[in-house]
């Protein structure tokens, strides 16, 4: 590790610790790099702490207090740039905030660097698609009066941040469009040794037989688009396995056919199975990268994705997987009616998810780091020396 950082006092902060998805496994992973840094959230729940030793549990903000916060996080939006301001992290040298919302404002002194997931969908990417799900026009505007609020705040502390990190060429675009901000593309990573062919086997053991069906797993979210999954399969008759929970459940099983099932969790063991005998895996939505595409790749098993986003970034066409290039019904039709489960390489399909592993991901996030360090250094350095002649002209003067 480059020796400033290992000499540095730092602080590593994250959104929402209500469940370890691909984001918290990046914030995970943070700490493991850096197992001297201080853990701090904005919003948390009980039952998810246990990612943490004992010893090194995360500190929240005061959002903590409130019952049952970490159950309804999302209806809490207007109080996180509040939340995130109240966390003082200032004499750190160096604070890294895995973000996807509102951490990278907590006000330091010390070098800041995001490591940006997506800049903060519902103010942003999805600002006007969140104003029209609120069908009654008073609730709208008040939602709007929030919005241009949380905006404002967001884009003020995307300034302040010394550094930007994105998670893909996507991200990276969205941070120049809303932020006006440069950065460098570090990829998130995939547990190459959970992930395999033959669920658990050998990674160079022979994929298992197909199961026969397709799966996707995915926050049940309006813009990830599972409704035309779970339609095209119901229209289709193919067996469909959906892993994930959210808002849009109901909504979903009214769309499904006999043949769709929905499983809310799942353990660890049992995801890798589903993914090492699924047909393929379905990603219909525009995703900021793709984390859980990657995972039945390693698996050996091919994608069929819409094809924008990051999943231009995860998917090999030809060799792990295809798009399809209309965001509707008739085109996930076509790409399921056209597909051959049979016609797959599983070895080059696991060979292209392992370019995601975590030990590419330390390396690459070790060398951005150093050089934001070395920027950061270089302009304190400059400053100091333009502050030190501005004070010769001065006394000359005198």
Partial sequence: MDQRLQNMRIALTHDYWVRVRGGERVFLALTRMFPQADLYVLAQRRAALVSFPADRQPRASFLRRIPFSGRFYRELLPLYPLAARSLDLRGYDLVISSSSGFCHAAPTDGLSVCYCHTPLRYAWQE????????????????????????????????????????????????????YGRESVVVYPFIDTTRFSPAAGAPP?????????????????????????????????????????????????????????????????ATLARLYAGCDAFLQCGREDFGIASLEAQACGRPVIAFGEGGALETVAPGVSGLYFHEQNLDAVIEALQTFDPRAWDSRAIRAHAERFDEAHFADRMRQALGEAVARGAGVAQSEAQGESQGIRRQEGRA
């Fill in 204 to 268: 160079s053991a022979p994929a298992p037989a197909s199961g026969g069906y397709y799966m996707l797993l995915s926050a049940l979210l309006p813009y990830k688009r599972v409704d035309l999954a779970v339609m095209a399969c119901q229209r289709l008759g193919r067996r469909l396995m959906i892993v994930g929970e959210g808002p849009e459940r109901a909504r979903l099983e009214r769309l499904a056919g006999p043949d769709t099932h929905f499983l809310p969790h799942v353990d660890d």
């Fill in 127 to 178: 600002y006007d698609a969140t104003l029209a799900s609120q069908r009654f026009p008073p609730a709208r505007a008040a939602l709007a009066t929030v919005l241009d609020r949380v905006r404002r705040a967001d884009y003020a502390a995307a300034q302040r941040v010394g550094a930007y990190i994105a998670n893909s060429r996507t991200t990276q675009a969205r941070v120049k469009q809303f």
